[in-house]
């Protein structure tokens, strides 16, 4: 009982120790795969397209859960937004350069874009492609399409990161393919579209490719030259950040608490909770996402306090509980 006392009253008066940033970004190098199977998001030639793709499960983007992104087509760079109809947008700048389809000029379908998920529920993957495709600026100035670029935006459900994967590509030409030192890339929580300020975290890219440095705050910063193939950009969702707009739960959502061996979702909140609940360590560290709801085995955890992050019907919320054995 002295134990459980204990760890009752850290559930109140111990600070939850997490820094202010949600993803945590990270390069490497793997071979480069071309997408096959994918599902067509584009059929026909195109410049500054616009289509919907949905992801086939609910992924966690800063403080919103999406299911579905979008490629607007008032926008050139190649980007995905969190929403189309929403003023203020959250934004995957992929590779941020005015990109065409090479086969443009004589209507000839070249640079298709797919998209495909894969997996059992709880470990998919989306992924969508765009492969062969060309640079607007050299087209509209040259009247050639000689340069390309193939690339892919992965988003995993088990862990919810985002990869960007770069591939094989030609650009004989970067000041005018980018008309800048290299393309724009990174993740931009919230951004007013109309007036195009950020009203949220920023991560972009800047300098060395191959090893590129991080901006958090949004403005106009390019990476000094191109991609090299095979370099994976990863943002890794490690921590719970403190200032996330989360609603901190007095709502017995689980329980007992505190606990054992397993905790359970009470009976009158079942319908309410969105799965995955993610559980977080005093460090902010991920180290549990449990796909079933109802009941979460807690005997693997060593004793202290975590904080449980999950979704329901009226947004996202956070429950601490405090494991003991």
Known sequence: MKSRLHL??????????????????????????????GTPAVTETWDDPQYNVPIGFLFNFFNDQVSTVHQLSEVAYSLLSTSPL?????????FGADLVDRGYADTLFQSPITYRTVGSPG???????????????????LGTNNDYVNFQMKLYEE??????????????RPDIDYDNTGPFIGLIEK????????TGEALLLSGNPANPTVVNTYSTVFLNGSVPAN???????????????IVSETKPYFNPNPCDDFIQSANNFQEEIIPPVLVYNSTG????????AQWIATQDLT?????LQFHTKTGLKTQRIAVSH
């Open 8 to 37: 009752l009253a850290w559930l109140f008066m111990l600070p939850w120790l997490m820094n202010g940033q949600i993803y945590e970004f990270s390069v490497s190098t793997s071979p480069y795969s071309n997408l096959t199977g």
């Open 86 to 94: 929403k003023d203020t947008l959250g934004f995957f700048f992929v």
């Open 123 to 141: 470990h998919r993957v989306f992924t969508i492609e765009w492969n062969n495709v060309g640079f607007y600026h050299e087209y509209f100035f």
């Open 159 to 172: 862990d919810q990161s985002i990869e960007y994967h770069f591939g094989p590509s030609n650009i004989d």
């Open 191 to 198: 951004l007013v579209f109309e007036t195009d300020e950020s």
């Open 231 to 245: 370099t994976v950009y990863r943002f890794e969702r490690s921590t719970v950040a403190v200032d996330d707009p």
């Open 285 to 292: 560290t991920l180290v549990k996402r449990e796909m079933n």
């Open 303 to 307: 004793a202290g306090i975590y904080q």
